[in-house]
């Protein structure tokens, strides 16, 4: 079975500087990748996604990740944050052998500070 | 916005009651969902369909039913609530499973006392 974890349960960082939310996932056949983000009091809303190709995706609102095989990760970046970037945000991994059974990560709650 | 929406919104129970929460969709997709989300958790799948009257379950599918009697509508029954599943509760639609992301509903607060 596909497991994700997130690294970080937390994550503060100031208004306009870099930001890494970083994701890891173990599975023995070939993988979906997605990052949701939820804002307060919101359900989920797909920010990217890595099916196959290119290991850099780019996203919504700025937000881009790059696949890497070897070290079976799937970081979620941004260079410069925004005050209205402070949600949660989840990993999930999605296995082409077990449809319709997505498993998400803990989630991580980015917090801007101005 | 997918069109999800999920009712009611917000309810509170008592500890052996049953309760049903409603998942509706307009997007005429195949593939409907219900998660549970708890802090430190994530969401965690219960039940699944792939179809009308085609349902699986979760990874925490004990104390909950699902049936899918339209391609709209998914409902979910706590048999007997109890508080350990106090939890806000997602629906999630989707065209197909793997490549294709899925559509969150708003959620539904759910308290049982």
């Known amino acids: 079975a596909q497991s994700v974890t997130q690294l970080d349960s937390q994550v503060p960082v100031f208004e306009e500087a870099p930001v890494e939310l970083r994701c890891n996932y173990s599975?023995?056949?070939?993988?979906?990748l997605f990052w949701y983000v939820q804002y307060p009091n919101q359900g989920l809303q797909l920010l990217l996604k890595?099916?196959?190709?290119?290991?850099l995706v780019k996203g919504i609102n700025g937000f881009e990740a790059e696949f890497n095989k070897s070290q079976t990760s799937f970081h979620l970046r941004k260079p410069s944050v925004h005050i209205s970037d402070t949600a949660e945000y989840f990993c999930a991994v999605e296995v082409s052998t077990n449809a319709g059974k997505s498993t998400f990560g803990d989630g991580t709650t980015l917090t801007v500070k101005p | 916005d997918a069109g999800i929406t999920q009712s009611p919104r917000h309810k509170v129970t008592e500890t052996g009651t049953p309760v049903t929460l409603r998942c509706h969709q307009t997007?005429?997709?195949?593939?409907m969902y219900w998660y549970r989300q708890d802090p430190g958790h994530g969401l965690r799948l219960i039940h699944y369909s792939y179809g009308v009257k085609d349902t699986d379950k979760g990874e925490v599918s004990d104390g909950y039913s699902v049936s899918r009697s339209k391609t709209e509508d998914f409902l979910l029954t706590l048999e007997s609530a109890t508080s350990s599943q106090t939890s806000v509760y997602f629906c999630?639609?989707?065209?197909?499973?793997?490549?294709?992301?899925?559509?969150f509903g708003p959620g539904t607060r759910l308290t049982v006392t």
């Open positions: 890595y099916l196959s190709g290119s290991t």
């Open positions: 999630a639609i989707s065209e197909s499973p793997g490549a294709y992301e899925q559509y």
């Open positions: 599975s023995s056949v070939s993988v979906y």
């Open positions: 997007e005429n997709h195949r593939y």
